[in-house]
């Protein structure tokens, strides 16, 4: 019996020793800082494949620009530097000429719902029904799966600006569209990456900048905020948060793309809801430090309300100023997928676990492994 029960444990060790051994580790990075809801929801989805994979896959995590910034990253993982990572699609218009369409149409989202309802529709439209999305990824040799979105963006300063008025001759980090809609109210665009705005603001590059409350904290930006205009004026709703190197994903077993795809959904939806709860809490931590938050002038309003109205045509303009000969299609397809999810927001309202499921439903579940 002893015998027995010896060569049982001698065997079963044995057993975990080789499978511990024929571990692969899977190394991922992104030049966000190491905090904030998409460095803990991307930790959390790959300890989720690692224990579906039965420890086959561990995974080791870079951060806050430790293997390149948001212009180099899609080199970084298409050359296999690095084996997954996460990007900014704004960054890399020549790189992903129509893939990075996606980044213009958030300045139409003018609420939390919106924010959910535009996300979803970007990863339904770049997973399923954009090839031309996924040939310009295969052209850099990297694999799309989960887009994400920001909270809605906010003007923020350091100064305190009250009104359109009080913008007038300010600096203001933005860039794209949101840095022309700067110039018409009369500020004056400063074009710095997210990594290099709070050195920019701290030593008065910048005065002000637009981006997602949530980021009062995750890039400290609260220690000198003072002001806001309580009116989102534009939205990042495609941030390329999954992309595996073409050649890994292709060498994975079915067995592991099948984990990496039926845990996406927990992942997108985490960072999408945390996103938006990082934002209020951001909010009330910058208000305890002497944050004001004013309500916008008309003149403000108006300016928004203009910006918004020609969000498609500037899109298609743009794109095809890089060569995109689809950009109308896509922009056509992209009206009925928010309609679509527009309606399925509207009838699961913030539900996290409901909005995990409509995502599993309409498009993980269609994702071929």
Not at 99 to 124: C, K, Q
Not at 228 to 234: D, S
Not at 306 to 324: D, P, W
Request: proline letters at 3%.
């Amino acid at each position: 019996m002893h015998l027995k029960k010896t060569i049982a444990i001698t065997a079963a060790t044995l057993a975990l020793s080789t499978s511990i051994a024929s571990a692969r580790e899977i190394t991922y990075a992104h030049f966000l800082p190491a905090a904030g809801s998409i460095r803990d929801a991307t930790v959390a989805y790959f300890d989720r494949v690692s224990e579906a994979t039965g420890g086959e896959l561990t995974f080791e995590t870079f951060w806050a620009g430790a293997m390149g910034g948001p212009v180099e990253m899609l080199d970084t993982i298409g050359s296999q530097t690095v084996d997954a990572g996460g990007i900014v699609d704004a960054y890399l218009r020549s790189s992903i000429p129509t893939a990075s369409m996606f980044s213009d149409f958030g300045r139409l989202v003018s609420s939390n719902a919106d924010m959910l309802a535009y996300s979803a529709a970007v990863t339904e439209q770049q997973l399923l029904k954009c090839p031309e999305c996924s040939a310009d990824y295969a052209d850099n040799n990297v694999k799309l799966l989960a887009t994400t979105a920001t909270a809605p963006y906010y003007l923020m300063c350091k100064p305190e600006v009250t009104s359109t008025a009080d913008l007038a001759g300010k600096k203001v980090r933005a860039v794209g569209n949101v840095a022309n809609l700067m110039q018409q109210m009369g500020a004056v665009p400063v074009s710095v990456t997210t990594a290099e705005m709070y050195e920019a603001m701290q030593r008065g590059q910048a005065d002000c900048s637009t981006g997602s409350a949530a980021w009062l904290d995750e890039y400290k930006l609260g220690e000198f905020v003072k002001s806001m205009i309580n009116e989102p004026i534009n939205d990042y709703i495609s941030s390329g948060n999954i992309l595996f190197n073409l050649d890994v994903w292709n060498d994975f077993s079915e067995a592991q793309r099948a984990a990496f795809i039926d845990e996406l959904p927990a992942f997108v939806a985490q960072i999408n809801f945390e996103g938006l709860s990082d934002a209020d809490q951001a909010i009330e931590a910058a208000k305890a430090n002497g944050l004001k938050i004013y309500e916008p002038d008309e003149k403000f309003k108006a300016e928004i309300t203009e910006f918004r109205s020609a969000t498609f045509a500037a899109a298609i303009t743009t794109a095809e100023g890089t060569g995109v000969k689809v950009a109308e299609r896509v922009t056509t397809d992209f009206e009925a997928l928010v309609e679509k999810w527009s309606a399925i927001v509207a009838d699961i309202g913030m539900d996290q676990a409901a909005y995990e499921e409509a995502l599993r439903t309409e498009i993980y579940s269609k994702l071929p492994k």
